[in-house]
Every structure is written in C-alpha cells, then in structure tokens.
C-alpha cells in the first residue's frame, strides 16, 4: 500500500553534515500519515528513535537533540532530516517510518557512516 524510500546517506568525517530524505509513494500515500519520521539502528543494537512527527509535533532521540533537524512536506510527501555535528556513534542504518492508518510502514534503511 505504502513504499518509502530512502536518500542522501553516505560517509562523512566527524562533525561533518548529512541530508536524508524520505519520500513515500504508492496507493495508500496520498493520504497523510498519521506519524512519519526517523530511526537508527548500529550493529548489535536495537532500533531507536531519530525524529518523528505526530500531526505537527515532533519528538527527537535525547542523543540527537540540539544537532539533527527534521522537517516535512506531506503535500511532496517527504520527510527530511538534517544531521549536524555528527559524531562515530551517530554511525547506523537509518531508517524512514510512516504510520498509515492501522499500518506501520518501514524503509528499506540507508546507511550513514561517520569516520576519519
């Protein structure tokens, strides 16, 4: 019903900047989320919350806060997020999350890699 896609992640050096995009498409897209945000997932741990919007109010990860920046366009149907500072641990896969609906819908995830 529901396909998101993912874009912008890639390798960057400490205190560095990365874009990601989401970008919801199929069916069930035209209509508006109920929630649409961000999560992380590094090796060995669980899945944990980046960003997420819940109508018009966000909440982010206490790790990310006062660094990252997510913003949205249900009419283009993205969600961004804009990573500032970023740190080794900040290293995952992150993954795009919309709820639908009764269905949470998840990215296939783009992996972000923070190094020197």
Request: with cysteine.
């Given at each position: ?66 660094r990252f920046t ?12 804009q990573m500032n ?32």
């Open positions: 019903q529901v396909q998101l896609v993912e874009s912008g992640g890639g390798l960057v050096q400490p205190g560095g900047s990365l874009r990601l995009s989401c970008e919801a498409s199929g069916p069930g897209s035209s209509f508006t989320p109920a929630a649409m945000g961000w999560y992380r997932q590094a090796p060995g741990k669980e899945r944990e919350l980046v960003a997420r919007y819940t109508g018009a109010i966000i909440m982010y990860g206490d790790s990310v806060k006062g997510a913003s949205r366009d249900y009419v283009k149907k993205t969600v961004d997020l500072d970023l740190k080794p641990e900040d290293t995952a896969v992150y993954y795009c999350n919309a709820l639908y609906g009764p269905t949470n819908y998840w990215g296939e995830g783009t992996q972000v890699t923070v190094s020197s």
